[in-house]
């Protein structure tokens, strides 16, 4: 008996025809929080046809949105910062799909204006420096940038989920 490929292997260069290009970006609506970054490969180099998610809780329930990559790899969201809960710093989970992973790649988005919740939340402390710096934001022009590197030199620390 033969058995078919599923399609978690099989995303290969199919990936891109189910590529949302309408970006559905806005988080949180009237959010005012812009937060931007690109996707990278293990080269450096841009991963344009990649799919970014962030989902966050909020004062409405849970936030959600998603945003395709340019030719330069970049995404963009508007959003607000999430409260903290308990003993965790504010933060935004971020999912990626990408063509080649087989399975969606997961991690969290820290914000760098929390200093002190950030020192005492639990998943950054099970870290290192240089891994915890992979999960928080930077500021940059009143933007709070996040890049996403997939592999190689400064990695983004991913979740198994």
């Known amino acids: ?12 260069p199919f ?9 559905q970006n806005e988080v949180v609506p009237g959010g005012t929080l812009r937060v931007v970054g690109r ?7 841009p991963v344009e046809d990649a799919v970014v998610e962030l989902w966050q809780p909020g004062r409405a329930g849970t936030g959600w949105g998603r945003c395709g990559t340019d030719a330069e790899g ?12 308990g003993d965790a710093a504010p933060s935004i989970d971020v999912i990626v799909f990408a063509r080649g992973l087989l399975r969606h790649l997961v991690t969290r988005m820290y914000f ?10 639990p998943v950054l402390a ?11 934001a930077r500021l940059e022009d009143g933007v709070l940038r996040f890049d996403l ?13």
């Open 149 to 161: 590197r997939l592999q190689g030199e400064r990695q983004t620390v991913f979740f198994a989920v």
């Open 112 to 121: 760098p204006d929390e200093a002190d919740s950030n020192a005492v939340d």
């Open 1 to 12: 008996m033969t058995v078919g490929r599923t399609p978690s292997q099989t995303v290969g």
């Open 74 to 85: 970049r995404f963009e969201f508007r959003t607000e910062k999430p409260p903290a809960e």
């Open 126 to 136: 099970s870290l290192d420096s240089a891994e915890r710096e992979t999960l928080v």
């Open 15 to 23: 990936f891109t025809l189910g590529l949302c290009r309408t970006p």
């Open 39 to 45: 996707v990278l490969d293990g080269a450096g180099l």
